[in-house]
């Protein structure tokens, strides 16, 4: 039950994510939308309310955060510590980003690491028990941070690019490229160009559709790195919440996780491209604003789950013994012999 429940409050996550991406990246359509996010919460609200009951999970003040700095810092001081560090960081964006840059607009970013440093601040609030679901919250929203705060805001600063041709780029070579040259092997004639001279989007595809020119412009929602970085967050703050330990066996199972994000995304990028050759324009507009994202999430979860059903059969699960556990039988944990000490510390290496 342990995993259904877990895979319960991960599919719920990417419903609502899956949403978001929808609609902050071009795609919207808000009575969809907001039907996900309403099927999405209400899932995870009923995994977050089932694995709340069941035994073996960290105890209050175990969470993955907390363990980290307890290395550095006295644990009396975690419960300010950490709230303080979130309510700088907003600070210090909001401050370089108002009076340094002078932008005063709402960007996603700005939604990230909001969310990230309201994280933080109430990660010691709420009941204990939910200690996991808040490390997965506080690991995945970190992840975006670095990703779409850190690395694309570095990236544009450093080399002076736009972020609009940061983006082209990716979208050009990690998407419309794979896409055609798949549609291609299945006997369709469809062609792309990369052009920033022109009007509107840089990145094009193009095919015939009874004798008419059908020109389909791949933007930044399709872009490689809004979906590894959206999606792939998710799958790694996952993981590293479930085992609690980073080998060999985990970093083969993100880059995994890593490359089926990526070939999701091109899978759907693909049967969108097919229903349109097939049906026309009209029909690869629907299937894209309503059902692309649907398959992107389905394609995602069954290799996710694959790739995790993997490393359960290597590597031990983040748990501890049940308080309801006989004495005689606390150290014992399932399947793979190792007691309860050796996998804390093997947990905490």
């Known amino acids: 039950m342990r995993v259904s429940r877990e895979w319960l409050m991960l599919l719920g996550a990417l419903l609502v994510v899956g949403a978001l991406y929808n609609h902050y990246l071009g ?6 939308e907001l039907v996900l996010l309403a099927i999405g919460t209400s899932i995870a609200l009923l995994a977050l309310r089932f694995s709340a009951e069941e035994p073996g999970r960290p ?5 993955l955060l907390s363990l980290f700095l ?9 419960g300010i510590v950490i709230p303080v560090i979130g309510f700088s960081l907003l600070l210090a964006w909001s401050l370089w980003k108002i009076v340094r840059n002078g932008q005063t607009d709402l960007r996603m970013e700005d939604i990230i690491v909001t969310l990230f440093s309201i994280s933080l601040v109430l990660y010691h609030t709420g009941p204990s028990r939910y200690q996991t679901e808040k490390d997965f919250v506080v690991l995945y929203l970190l992840f975006l941070t670095v990703v779409f705060a850190g690395i694309w805001k570095a990236y544009t600063l450093i080399t002076g690019e736009s972020i609009g041709r ?4 990716s979208e050009y070579y990690f998407i419309t490229l794979p896409v ?10 469809i062609t792309a160009e990369l052009d920033f001279n022109g009007v509107g989007l840089s990145n094009t595809m193009e095919f015939f559709f009874e004798g008419h020119l059908v020109r389909l412009g791949i933007g930044s929602g399709c872009s490689g790195l809004y979906s590894a970085g959206l999606f792939f967050s998710a799958f790694l703050a996952f993981v590293l919440v479930r085992y609690a330990r980073v080998d060999w066996r985990v970093v083969t199972a993100l880059a995994m996780g890593l490359a089926l994000t990526w070939a999701s995304n091109i899978l759907r990028m693909v049967v969108t491209v097919l229903v349109g050759a097939f049906y026309g324009p009209t029909a690869l507009s629907t299937f894209h604003m309503y059902f692309g994202i649907l398959l992107f999430v389905a394609l995602i979860a069954l290799f996710w789950f694959l790739v995790v059903r993997w490393l359960d059969k290597h590597v031990p699960l983040r748990m501890k013994p049940s308080l309801a556990t006989p004495p005689d039988q606390e150290d014992v944990v399932e399947g793979d012999g190792e007691s309860a000490g050796d996998r804390a510390e093997s947990c905490s290496a």
């Open 59 to 63: 105890a209050p003040g175990e969470g």
């Open 27 to 32: 795609h919207s359509v808000l009575l969809f």
């Open 180 to 189: 055609v040259a798949f549609v291609r092997l299945l006997g369709f004639d």
């Open 166 to 169: 940061v983006t082209a780029y």
């Open 70 to 78: 307890v290395r550095y810092l006295p644990k009396r001081w975690l």
